[in-house]
């Protein structure tokens, strides 16, 4: 079955820093991937929706300066968070599609804390 | 706007015994999908069950069925003979274009116990 991986699982940063998460299809082409942040014993957020080639589409509130995405190739989407602060520590999910709407295969998330 | 409500936070089942969570949604468009999917506590998310709207009849995988009632604008899920390993929070989601985001409900959260 579609496979989606995302790395790291687990970062700690520094505030002031960025951090790089990298989410991989590996045996699909994904045309479309997105981004969710997950709050503790909340639902997914949907922060921003990116196809390969274009800039992302960012939801509103969502600060596209301070969330970098970048969907390079059909296989790899990356979220850099800029300057992180501690209110940026959550739970990042990525999920890519081929464009049917049976194929949403989520990566394994990313917990993100900067101190 | 189209919407996803679950009214249910926490359910708790005992094992071997049958669950239903609610969903319902809104929405103005004729054709559209629906998923449940399951986040156990290592917070993966699980494709549990999928449909379409215009398929009039209710999925089913295994243990896992749903009651679509499209002119209720519900989709709730049952869950059969509960197992231990079925304890994870439920998300009903929405789209109504393929390949666009998914729409979530806020999840309810399921407890089984022995």
């Known amino acids: 079955g579609a496979v989606v991986s995302q790395h790291p699982s687990r970062v700690i940063c520094k505030s002031g820093t960025s951090v790089k998460i990298e989410c991989r299809s590996l045996d699909f082409q994904a045309t479309t991937m997105f981004w969710y942040r997950q709050f503790p014993k909340q639902s997914l957020m949907l922060m921003a929706t990116s196809n390969e080639g274009s800039k992302a589409t960012y939801e509103q509130g969502v600060e596209k300066d301070k969330f970098l995405i970048n969907h390079a190739s059909l296989t790899l989407s990356t979220l850099t968070v800029t300057s992180a602060h501690p209110e940026d520590s959550s739970f990042y999910i990525c999920?890519?599609?081929?464009?049917?709407?049976?194929?949403?295969?989520f990566g394994s998330g990313t917990r993100l804390t900067v101190v | 706007a189209q919407t996803v409500t679950q009214s249910q936070p926490e359910m708790s089942v005992q094992e071997a015994e049958t669950v239903t969570l609610s969903c319902t949604y809104d929405?103005?468009?004729?054709?559209?999908?629906l998923f449940w999917y399951k986040q156990p506590p290592s917070r993966q998310m699980i494709l549990v069950i999928r449909q379409e709207a215009y398929k009039q009849q209710n999925a089913t995988e295994n243990r896992f069925s749903v009651n679509f009632q499209k002119a209720a604008k519900s989709f709730s899920l049952k869950i059969s003979d509960s197992q231990l390993g079925d304890t994870a929070m439920y998300f009903c989601a929405f789209t109504d274009q393929a390949g666009t985001a998914l729409i979530f409900g806020k999840g309810t959260t399921l407890s089984v116990s022995s």
């Open positions: 929405t103005s468009e004729s054709n559209y999908y």
């Open positions: 999920s890519a599609t081929t464009g049917s709407h049976y194929g949403y295969t």
